[in-house]
């Protein structure tokens, strides 16, 4: 059983485009989270949900919107592509936001031409 | 600001040569200080949470201890196995935001 899942996990694209990037997790935990992790392996967060609201929104382009419909999934749709959103995108969950362990999903490589 | 720093950034060892990951951190208060392993392709794997100076905590060759600075993840007797990157992550009082060293990589020749 996959605990966070993530689709898609490739995702070739043009400059310009609208993507999205869908979550779900298992585990019921309440906060799920997304990060970026660019060619230098930072991990950096975006954005937090905890049961439905937004609780962490870090300094990122407003082409970058999360959604989430429940507390199981958190989608990040992303607008007007541009070469520096190429990373990897993670998705993770943990129970208690945040000194819990938290479990991340496979990844997301986006790669935009 | 809150800032995480690893070393060294690329760890080659033969396999059975012990050695240790460092991982210094500034923050305004600790609420935890967490260790995950990274495999190529793959999310982050949670190994180990240490939340005051002076825990330490063991998982089969893995042992990560924490000082008021730094934290440190000791390898004892590595297997190829071992290869990875290992991530070093701090949660400071001041927020919701837990923040992610780069990374130490590690190489363990058979």
């Known amino acids: 059983d996959t605990a966070v899942s993530q689709t898609p996990k490739y995702l070739v694209t043009q400059m310009g485009n609208d993507k999205s990037i869908k979550c779900e997790q298992n585990?019921?935990?309440?906060?799920m989270y997304w990060y970026k992790q660019d060619s230098k392996k930072f991990l950096k967060i975006m954005f937090s949900y905890n049961n439905k609201e937004l609780i962490i929104n870090e300094t990122v382009p407003n082409r970058f919107s999360p959604k989430s419909p429940d507390k199981a999934h958190l989608n990040l749709h992303i607008n007007s592509l541009e070469l520096g959103d190429s990373a990897v995108y993670f998705c993770?969950?943990?129970?208690?936001?945040?000194?819990?362990?938290?479990?991340f999903g496979p990844g997301t490589r986006l790669l935009v031409l | 600001e809150d800032q995480v720093t690893q070393s060294p950034e690329a760890l080659r060892l033969q396999e059975g040569e012990s050695s240790s990951l460092n991982c210094s951190y500034t923050v305004s208060g600790l609420r935890g200080l967490f260790w995950y392993r990274q495999d190529p392709g793959k999310g982050p794997e949670f190994l180990f949470t240490?939340?005051?100076a002076g825990e330490e905590k063991e998982k089969e060759r893995l042992k990560a201890t924490l000082t008021k600075k730094e934290s440190f993840l000791h390898i004892t007797a590595p297997k190829p196995e071992d290869s990875a990157t290992y991530l070093c992550a701090v949660l400071g009082t001041g927020g919701f935001k837990t923040i992610f060293g780069a990374g130490t990589r590690l190489f363990v020749k058979a």
């Open positions: 585990l019921g935990h309440d906060t």
């Open positions: 993770a969950s943990s129970p208690v936001p945040p000194l819990d362990r938290q479990y």
């Open positions: 240490l939340y005051s």
